[in-house]
């Protein structure tokens, strides 16, 4: 009776292991080639934009206040309410202090009894429909790609990941002089301009005056 032969197959072993490595080697090929176009894609979209992390949403604040001075003796509004063109918020003496525009009321000096100085803030107000989201940008961190009409999305903290869209309509032509800060290495100022974004402010009701925000401008 003839015995079979229980000795492997070197040849077959090493065509094993060499598909083996080929196979390795493939797919380490195919990460290489994928993490490269994902880098050039980000390296690409990063390009094409600016990032300003230091955004707020902000409307123009109307301080009301005094022509005459006085004691503040009457307030006819608190924070929160909404107001209509030339209402009376308050009185002081026998002055009636007026609002200059409908708005919204987000601070009262509620110091009944107070004398209040000629033009010394008692109430603010905002008007909603002007809120714009305003970057601070440092003038080498693309202040110079900036243009009015560029294509914005932001995001507010508020709301985490989730996104918004706007377009630029001011970029400020004089820098933030209060807030000049100095590098300690060279005391060169690295001065920051303003960068206004309108949005829809009705498709984003959401959004409120004083939230921060992060901004990206589309080049």
């Not at 015995?3 to 090493?14: A, C, H, L, V, W």
């Not at 949403?57 to 001075?69: E, H, M, T, W």
Request: avoid cysteine; hydrophobic fraction near 40%; aromatic fraction near 6%.
């Amino acid at each position: 009776m003839e015995q079979k032969n229980s000795t492997p197959n070197i040849s077959d072993s090493g065509n094993g292991e060499n598909r083996l490595r080929k196979l390795i080697i493939i797919i380490l090929a195919l990460f290489v080639i994928v993490g490269t176009a994902i880098g050039l894609i980000y390296l690409n979209t990063i390009s094409k934009r600016v990032y300003v992390e230091k955004s707020e949403i902000d409307a123009p604040q109307v301080l009301l206040a005094s022509k005459n001075g006085g004691v503040l003796t009457d307030l006819y509004v608190q924070e929160g309410d909404q107001v209509g063109a030339n209402a009376v918020v308050a009185k002081v003496g026998d002055e009636l202090i007026k609002s200059k525009d409908a708005g919204l009321v987000i601070l009262v000096r509620n110091n009944i009894g107070q004398y209040f100085s000629p033009g010394e803030n008692i109430i603010t107000t905002i008007t909603p429909n002007k809120l714009r989201l305003v970057g601070r940008l440092e003038e080498d961190k693309g202040l110079d790609k900036v243009k009015v009409g560029q294509r914005v999305i932001f995001t507010a903290d508020a709301f985490g990941s989730k996104e918004y869209e706007g377009i630029v309509d001011e970029v400020s032509p004089a820098s933030r002089a209060s807030d000049v800060v100095f590098n300690i290495s060279d005391q060169r100022q690295e001065n920051e301009f303003n960068v206004k974004a309108r949005f829809n402010i009705s498709q984003y009701p959401e959004l409120k005056n004083g939230m921060s925000a992060k901004m990206w401008i589309y080049k």
